[in-house]
């Protein structure tokens, strides 16, 4: 039997695990923070749902079936496309609505390092009136859940899909909307492709040299919101007004490490206003952490033109990836040591002492030398080791021993719990 996983899944090991379990519990505790209702929307969707974000075209990008009743069902790729039918089919939810979830997703993308066919997202969701504000409240809470793990020098990107379009129209004299849109994708290749490359491929397309160059020196315009909107300025374009608004919000909440960046463009027959995205400083490699924007136009295609809608979605297996090891959860196991038989009962009850009390432990599961079960301890990385034999029970205490510094001491239960850390 072949026991290998079909390509680009994993199994997720313990380690792996414990690293993305600290990425969806900082996840968690932000969105509690920031007041986001946590929820998760269905695994499987009909397949027009899903058809909704990216039209057909999606199809190959997604895994789908027919199920038993016939009826053409998919995976879900993200967790915004339910979350908006949701949303949409809620007529009584109060607005704004902000919703947060995490969970499983599944995309037919070629498999490389940071990006897998079934992975993990968190997402956050505000639903309401149009509202510079809400983009400020979603990309703040993206950049606390990146503080929260340790990725607290993670660049924010910004740009605005309307900015870009208004530059197209007005100073390289594009009118067309299929043309505009056309144009636009070019910024979404800057990172793969040269000028040169680009002007070639743009040509066969119907476009001038003049007019691919010019949008390309448009996306160069990068750097602190102020330098930025100040030449955005002298282009006098009106579109601007919202990258101003936002750039004074976040001024306002503390974020400093906030770039705005004309050739972030991001989802183009998908996003309707401000853009963004994160990536990790340390490990480009690894590509956006989270990524979003605003996508007014779904909510409409869900029967709801009255709604407007931002959100952003971070990868969990990404920030894992930048985030390493929690040396800091193997400082807290202890080990309770049983010398013999005489004494199971009495460690039992000190372990469910312990366990009760939110110290992670662990018991030997057979007999084994105290020598042994030291060794284990050691192994395992535990920073304490309770020894409960005969000389403790009579005493009514424990032996407390330092893993690291190998010290052991006879102690009262009570003083050992103090010296772990148990409050």
């Known amino acids: 039997m072949d026991l290998a996983v079909p390509r680009g899944v994993d199994d997720i090991d313990p380690e792996r695990f414990a690293r993305e379990a600290r990425v969806t519990s900082a996840f968690e505790a932000v969105a509690k923070l920031y007041n986001f209702q946590l929820m998760e929307p269905a695994s499987l969707e009909h397949l027009s749902t899903l058809r909704a974000k990216s039209g057909d075209a999606v199809d190959q990008e997604i895994y789908n079936f027919k199920d038993k009743g016939g009826r053409d069902i998919g995976l879900r790729f993200d967790m915004t496309v339910g979350i908006t039918r949701y949303v949409c089919s809620r007529k009584d939810l109060k607005l704004p609505a902000k919703l947060a979830a995490s969970g499983g997703i599944w995309r037919y993308d070629e498999p490389q390092y940071g990006r897998y066919r079934w992975s993990h997202q968190w997402d956050l969701e505000i639903f309401g009136p149009p509202s510079v504000d809400a983009d400020a409240e979603i990309i703040d809470a993206s950049a606390a859940v990146l503080k929260r793990v340790g990725l607290a020098d993670a660049t924010i990107k910004v740009g605005d899909r309307k900015l870009v379009e208004e530059y197209i129209r007005k100073s390289l004299g594009i009118s067309e909307e299929p043309r505009v849109i056309e144009l636009m994708r070019a910024l979404d290749k800057v990172e793969k492709k040269s000028a040169a ?227």
């Open 197 to 423: 490359e680009l002007v070639k491929e743009y040509a066969a397309k119907g476009f001038s040299e003049a007019q691919v160059g010019g949008l390309l020196e448009f996306g160069k315009l990068r750097g602190t919101p102020d330098a930025v909107l100040s030449k955005v300025a002298a282009l006098r374009l009106e579109s601007a007004s919202e990258l101003t608004a936002l750039a004074d919000l976040l001024d306002s909440r503390n974020l400093r490490n906030v770039e705005y960046n004309m050739s972030v463009v991001r989802g183009i027959d998908y996003y309707t206003g401000i853009v963004f995205e994160a990536s990790d400083n340390r490990n480009p490699r690894l590509g956006s952490l989270f990524g979003g924007g605003r996508y007014d136009a779904l909510p409409r295609i869900f029967g709801r033109p009255e709604l407007s809608a931002t959100g952003a979605a971070g990868g969990i297996e990404r920030m894992a990836l930048s985030i390493g090891p929690d040396d800091g959860a193997l400082k807290k196991l202890v080990y309770v040591a049983i010398p013999g038989p005489a004494t199971l009962k009495d460690a039992l009850k000190v372990a469910a002492a312990l366990r009760d009390r939110g110290v992670p432990c662990e018991v030997p599961l057979q007999p084994r030398p105290l020598s042994k079960q030291l060794e284990d301890a050691s192994r395992m990385g535990a920073a304490w080791a309770v020894i409960v034999g005969e000389r403790e029970v009579k005493a009514k205490g424990v032996t407390l021993r330092d893993m690291g510094s190998r010290n052991e001491e006879l102690v009262s239960l009570d003083e050992a719990m103090r010296r772990i850390g148990v409050a």
